[in-house]
């Protein structure tokens, strides 16, 4: 039954959204593996894969996130792991299109897949080194090819930092503002967008954090955007 | 925060101010004076927002009794073993030197609301524009029968931080093996709904490595309490047969104690116990009595947008003391309190802007060794309360690894809140 919805629902957005929409609806394995090319000087996946500069890739769906024993991840991605993020099809999505909107301060210097076919089809070949490819859920139809960058309208925002100081005495009583970060990360003195594009991750919950999903969802793009102007330069 | 002229002359008038004792009221006066009764979580947070974002506008006077400050946020930590006593006391030297605030180490007496004027145990009166009274709690009296202030050497309540958890401390670790912890717990609302709670666990934590075969007894009138499946989960977990808690159904709300024969009476049943902490049911702290911001519960009832009382526009009543609808009593929510009363007093005395409020909590607790949870919410100001927004609790059967960095994000918040607060 499954199975036919899905199949129903391929077809309908199949006719009537069909460019795009029906690319990323066939993922294609054999695509993934030549865009797997940009990724491959530092990861490994397949028989014997081993970690080289990024950790080996097999088992990756259903992994929680900064878990491979032996590997020197960065604080950033340990954390999230911590709090609970899980690499599916969507986490996934999200981090390959900008690594940074899931992991501020990830070691992976790579600047994302902007094309959502590019990164359906990378992920249904590395579906392929599961334990059981034919478990993993794919993102529901609906879901394939939603954008998860930030709107280019709200990084365009120029934040009154002033409005953001009075805001940042919310974060302060958690986030020390001379920059320690032992328990809690330090805020102070991020680059204003990668602070917008973490926020804004919190707000939509696609960083898993609850206080944080708490008290950025209750910001609005203004407000988020005078506490990046705020936090860029305080203290300098 | 580094010293620039501005700051500079700010310390130096504090510390003459300081030289010359409490002022005398005068007629005219330069600058708006704003002085604070209560060095705590409010009053501390408050003193100095006001200082520092009033930019040397505003003559802030911050009135405490203690030199040393012990906060009650991560003293149960302390009874657990898991902090050092000196590391959950603060002075004042920053806020004095920094931000050029007069502290007063003294006991406010007296308010006299027409006047405009606080009396110091010490003798002296105080000006002020605006006041703000965060003052914490006391013990209403009569609330456990047998139990009275004078009693609190043979059964502490421990419930302001300093020598009485010092004293509960040294008690527990006194037990003989085998005996019994009793707490008499409060009933609501009380000061850090989670504290008895997590009192109880770090207890456990020390009996459970010094002296297994002792028994907790929690003795509560509350049907429910904070984190109760989280913290129940926690003791079946780790303090197995340990902790025995008597709700209300058991006879946990009809109880006596007697304390020259260390004995708890529950429901008529006499029981012999060993160390007995007893939490009684609690009011604002004394001065807000007295300057008659309090209603017939003991709470001062404010307005969540600016958190004056209801009784006195010039009054602002922070932290455990205020009666203002969502928010639980604790240090963060008396912190986030403070900032929106700084804001709406500097907003009223120099003209500055005025931003809508917005109120946190999170209280965190521990369990045992690197087994952390968490509750918060938000909230908004509406007319009629501090009203609840948004929240969040951590979830039973949560992984060790999320439980520690819930834990180590604890200790990360202490040294942020306690910043804030003392600069």
New interface residues.
Partial sequence: MIELRHVLLSVIVACFAQSAAANHADADAKRGERVFKKCRSCHKVGEGATNRVGPQLNLLFQRVAGSIEGFKYSESMLRAGADGLVWDHDTLDTYLENPKSLISKTRMNFRGLKDAGDRANVMAYLRQFSDNPANIPEASPTTVGTDHEVDPAILALQGDPEYGEYLSSECVSCHQIDGADSGIPSITNWPAEDFVIAMHAYKDKKRVHPVMQMMAGRLSAEEIAGLAAYFEKVGQ | MKLNRRNFIGSAAAVSATLSAPMVMGGSHGRPRVVVIGGGAGGATAAR?LAKDGKGMIDVTLVEPTRTYYTCFFSNLYIGGFREFSSIGHTYGKLAADYGINVIHDWAIGVDRDAKTVTLAGGGTLPYDRLVLSPGIDFKEGAVPGWDVTAQQKMPHAYKAGSQTQLLKSQLEAMPQGGTFCMVAPPNPFRCPPGPYERVSMVAHHLKANNPTAKILIVDPKPKFSKQALFQEGWSNHYDGMIEWIGPDFGGDKVEVRPDMMEVVIDGEVTKVDVCNVIPAMKAGKIAEIAGVTNEAGWAPVHAATMASKVDQNIHVLGDASHQGDMPKSG?AA??QA?VAA?AIRGALTGS?V?PA?F?N?CWSLIETNDGI?V???YEATDEKIAK????ISKTGEDA??R??TF??????Y???T??MFG
Avoid: P
């Fill in positions: 927002y963060f912190n986030s900032k804001m802007k931003f917005k946190t999170t968490k918060g919410a938000s927004t948004d929240g969040f690894a999320l520690k960095v180590e994000e604890s200790v990360g918040w040294d942020g809140i910043s804030d």
